[in-house]
């Protein structure tokens, strides 16, 4: 097949040198394709003389394409920079690195002034002023910049993950990503902070811990113009505005917004309890739980209202009680449209629509709604009494049995 179309190709570049200004079109002794040039015929005949890779079988037009291709998989990086020893499987790549020693800026923005060692990269940056995106994804239509982010997409529909890491063979699709990898192996840390010495296998982390000294918080929320310094808060936050929760626990379905949460959440099905109080040796599966839990040992209460001073030892709480200022109700029943201020409230009220009574007693198998309805029935059959009148220590069983009792008191002082 390969040796039909270059056959012809010859007679083509004889025919071209007798009949130089006749003009003609040109054909593909293969696949009957024509052109009008001899140079388009020529890289045409290309496509079916390619070499073709056995590892990801992409094709290159000759076999040199071929070998620099191959050490994307093989990661072989035999062109050495001598100033700063880093490495690359490409000359040309070298050579473009050079520029970064020489100091060599020679092309600048006209829009921002900013200069580039490289005219590729010049390219890039204007993008960024103009939002041109003219590399289109064909699978999904979604556009990039730059060629390079557009390759890396594209193996989000291909799944094709051709970097190997040599120790474990894990499989990547992006170059950074194996790099960033093999430090798990090795333990490298090459990214330094200037400030606290502190090290980082990874640029990324680097630059976002350098905003725990600058106080930069680039990202901001468009909905509610809060800041964070660091793009992964941002998307937690967001998910308070959209109330997405994209973690599903396998167990009981639970959804969260954050990978955090679920992992605590998981606990609760395992009785895992990893977390102790040191007062009371009590255990919980949540290092929050414990801290809220420690508080009441200590008496701290670290949350103050603004609008009365009022303070609490659970965030949670205090969120709770500035809507008894605010008289905001942002839990609202689906079947009534009735409103409240906090979600316990809403979940018992649904249950007048669905008639259902989640907490039953063991003893005697009578059902309630709500879990505090089943503890106070359970004294019934315990004979526990908890509250006790401080006029005449007389106790009850039910606080609210106490509230009545402590009129008779009040009654006869007003009498008197």
């Keep these: 097949m390969a040796t039909a179309a270059a056959s012809h190709l010859e007679q083509e570049e004889e025919r071209d040198g007798r009949e130089k200004d006749l003009p003609r079109t040109l054909k593909c002794g293969e696949c009957d394709k024509e052109f009008d040039?001899?140079?388009h015929l020529k890289k045409h005949v290309r496509a079916h003389t390619s070499e073709k890779c056995e590892d990801c079988s992409k094709q290159f037009s000759c076999l040199s394409?071929?070998?620099?291709?191959?050490?994307t998989?093989?990661?072989?990086?035999?062109?050495?920079?001598?100033?700063?020893?880093?490495?690359?499987?490409?000359?040309?790549?070298?050579?473009?690195?050079?520029?970064?020693?020489?100091?060599d800026k020679s092309y600048i923005c006209e829009e921002c002034s900013r200069q580039f060692s490289l005219l590729d990269n010049l390219k890039k940056h204007i993008r960024t002023h103009t939002g041109e995106k003219p590399y289109r994804c064909e699978e999904c239509n979604k556009q990039f910049s730059n060629v390079g982010n557009l390759k890396k997409h594209i193996r989000t529909h291909t799944g094709e993950k051709p970097y190997k890491c040599e120790r474990c063979n894990k499989q990547f699709s992006e170059l950074g990503s194996l790099e960033k990898h093999k430090r798990t192996h090795t333990g490298e840390k090459p990214y330094r902070c200037e400030e606290c010495s502190k090290?980082?296998?990874?640029?990324?982390?680097?630059?976002?811990?350098?905003?725990?000294h600058t106080g930069e918080k680039p990202y901001m929320c468009e909905e509610c113009s809060r800041q964070f310094s660091g793009l992964g808060s941002l998307k937690n936050h967001m998910r308070t505005h959209t109330g997405e929760k994209p973690y599903r626990c396998e167990e009981c379905s639970k959804q969260f917004s954050q990978p955090g949460h679920l992992k605590q959440h998981k606990m609760t099905h395992t009785d895992e309890k990893p977390y102790k109080c040191g007062e009371c040796n009590k255990q919980?599966?949540?290092?929050?739980?414990?801290?809220?839990?420690?508080r009441t040992h200590t008496g701290e209460k670290p949350y103050k209202c603004e609008r009365c001073k009022k303070q609490f030892s659970d965030l949670g709480n205090m969120k709770k009680h500035m809507r008894t200022h605010t008289g905001e109700k942002p839990y609202r029943c689906e079947e009534c449209n009735q409103q409240f201020s906090e979600l316990g409230s809403l979940k018992k009220h649904v249950?007048?629509?669905?008639?259902?009574?989640?907490?039953?007693?063991?003893?005697?198998?009578?059902?309630?709604?709500?879990?505090?309805?089943?503890?106070?029935?359970?004294r019934t059959h315990t004979g526990e009494k908890p509250y006790t009148c401080d006029e005449c220590s007389r106790q009850f069983s039910l606080l609210g049995n106490l509230k009545t009792h402590m009129r008779t008191h009040t009654r006869g002082a007003v009498h008197d």
Aim: glycine share 6%; charged share 30%; with cysteine.
């Design 37 to 39: 040039k001899l140079s």
């Design 65 to 71: 394409k071929l070998k620099i291709h191959m050490r």
């Design 73 to 103: 998989h093989t990661g072989e990086k035999p062109y050495s920079c001598e100033n700063c020893n880093k490495r690359f499987s490409q000359l040309g790549n070298l050579k473009k690195h050079m520029k970064t020693h020489t100091g």
């Design 199 to 212: 090290q980082f296998s990874e640029l990324g982390s680097l630059k976002s811990h350098m905003r725990t």
């Design 284 to 294: 919980f599966s949540q290092l929050d739980s414990m801290k809220r839990h420690m």
């Design 351 to 378: 249950m007048t629509h669905t008639g259902e009574k989640p907490y039953r007693c063991e003893e005697c198998s009578r059902q309630f709604r709500a879990l505090g309805n089943l503890k106070s029935h359970m």
